[in-house]
């Protein structure tokens, strides 16, 4: 099995990851902020809309794909109107990227902030994949007396919808 962790630091999903699939697996694990070395664990410090932070991922993917893609990114200001439009726009790569590294009936579970485009994104993902779950996490508090409610979004069995695939069912 092989799973792909996207804005991996600290390093828990990628930590939990190694665990859930032993040493037969494969966690490719990439963020810019660096993470402290954790077995089992390939880990590529860098930022995935980059070429050759790209390259390296897919090279240490070996060719193979993935059976799953997590994407825990957060990249927050406290500025609304630019952290919302920011965040959907990263879950949109994060979801470009699966669709691209996923094999056949993969899974991608994404963090997704609830606002403005929120929805827009859950449409798009439910046209690649045939299940899509949500778990609520509970409004968080940030700067300023804000609250953030975010979800995070298990999207299973890529239908790959509009790509030929030898294995897809």
Known sequence: ???????????????????????????????????????????????????AVLAEILKLLKEEKADLVISDILNMSGVDAV??????????LALDMAKQVLKPKGDFLVKLFQGEGSEAFIRNVRESFRIVKFGSQQPQDLA????????????????????KTDNAS
């Open 1 to 51: 099995m092989q799973v792909v962790d996207l804005g991996a630091a600290p390093g828990g999903w990628s930590q939990y990851a190694t665990q859930v699939i032993g040493q037969q697996g494969r966690v490719v694990a990439s963020d810019i902020l660096p993470i402290d070395p954790l077995p089992f664990v390939e880990f590529v410090q860098g930022d995935f809309r980059e070429d």
């Open 83 to 92: 952290d919302q439009p920011r965040a959907i726009h990263l879950c949109e």
């Open 144 to 163: 300023a007396g804000r609250f953030m409610c975010w979800r995070r979004v298990l999207c299973c069995n890529i239908s790959r919808i509009g790509v």
